[in-house]
């Protein structure tokens, strides 16, 4: 296949076993880790937990990913068409409420196959950093119940700095605006759970905080009341390639994540604020190839 799947527009030549352009994958898909996951946003992992699917291989270049091992450094193996639609049973029966599939942007022609062809029982999540083509998600349109993409900057030169994409944020937020348009508003089932909707995420980054007010400013101005749900994520840790980057090279210092909380709840918007205890690298899973 020739690829255009994602903002990159690379037009590379992507084989079964062999990728040429900025994700390095082939078209065939490599997945990390497929496992019950208690970590997302409470409607998201529920009680039971969210089936997550792991995709190695990524179109953003973000110095800090804490999922380095498979977004950079392409740890993962391949699959069929036809294990993949097993792995996705395997994890229903296994009690999820959803199917996740995490970093799934290049190989947004895999997903789309296999739930044309092997519908899930329960909802699709589409876990994203937010650099998408409006184009490749319309062609995701009734497939996909949850949109989780990330937000995570407004200013072109930071995006640029830091995952190597000065067109990151009007790439984001033509996106998000097309996710929204396709699920509608955040409706929530008896139990609490997401069943249709779309969760904004941001990662706040060390010195950053002005930042993350441009982004909740952007959201608050966006989206009515009750449209989308917010993640204020305060699980940054130094790792990657940060210490080529003195002033993200440390970790969030309690002023910063408790302003930033306080500029999120003034302005009204729903959703949530992660414990400050995330940050540590044991909640970042084991990409050990768990369940492939």
């Not at 989780?148 to 994409?165: G, N």
């Not at 779309?198 to 608050?220: F, N, S, T, Y």
Request: charged share 25%.
């Amino acid at each position: 296949m020739v690829c255009n799947l994602c903002p990159r527009m690379c037009g590379a030549v992507r084989t079964a076993d062999r990728g040429e352009g900025y994700c390095r994958m082939g078209s065939v898909p490599v997945l990390a880790r497929a496992a019950l996951h208690h970590w997302e946003e409470p409607p998201i992992s529920g009680t039971r937990g969210s089936g997550t699917i792991f995709f190695s291989g990524c179109p953003l270049g973000c110095v800090f990913c804490q999922n380095e091992e498979i977004s950079h450094e392409d740890r993962g193996k391949p699959v069929t068409m036809e294990r993949l639609g097993e792995i996705c049973d395997e994890l229903v029966a296994q009690g999820a409420h959803n199917i996740n599939f995490v970093t799934p942007t290049h190989y947004a022609h895999v997903v789309k196959q296999l739930l044309e062809e092997h519908p899930v029982p329960v909802p699709v999540v589409w876990n994203t950093g937010g650099y998408e083509r409006v184009d490749t998600l319309r062609g995701l349109e009734g497939k996909v119940d949850i949109y989780l993409p990330d937000l995570k900057y407004m200013d072109p030169e930071t995006a640029r700095r830091y995952s190597a994409a000065v067109d990151y944020p009007e790439i984001a937020k033509a996106a998000i605006r097309e996710m929204v348009r396709q699920v509608g508003a955040c409706k929530l089932d008896e139990e609490g759970l997401l069943r249709k909707g779309v969760v904004i995420r941001h990662l706040l980054l060390p010195g950053q905080l002005a930042g993350a007010k441009e982004v909740m400013d952007w959201v608050a101005r966006e989206f009515r009341p009750g449209t989308v749900l917010f993640s204020l994520m305060s699980q940054y840790t130094p790792w990657g390639r940060v210490g080529e980057f003195p002033e993200i090279d440390r970790r969030l210092r309690a002023g910063e994540i408790r302003a930033a909380q306080q500029y999120m709840d003034a302005l009204g918007l729903d959703g949530f604020v992660q414990d400050g205890q995330s940050a540590k690298r044991e909640y970042t899973p084991d990409f050990d190839l768990t369940g492939i």
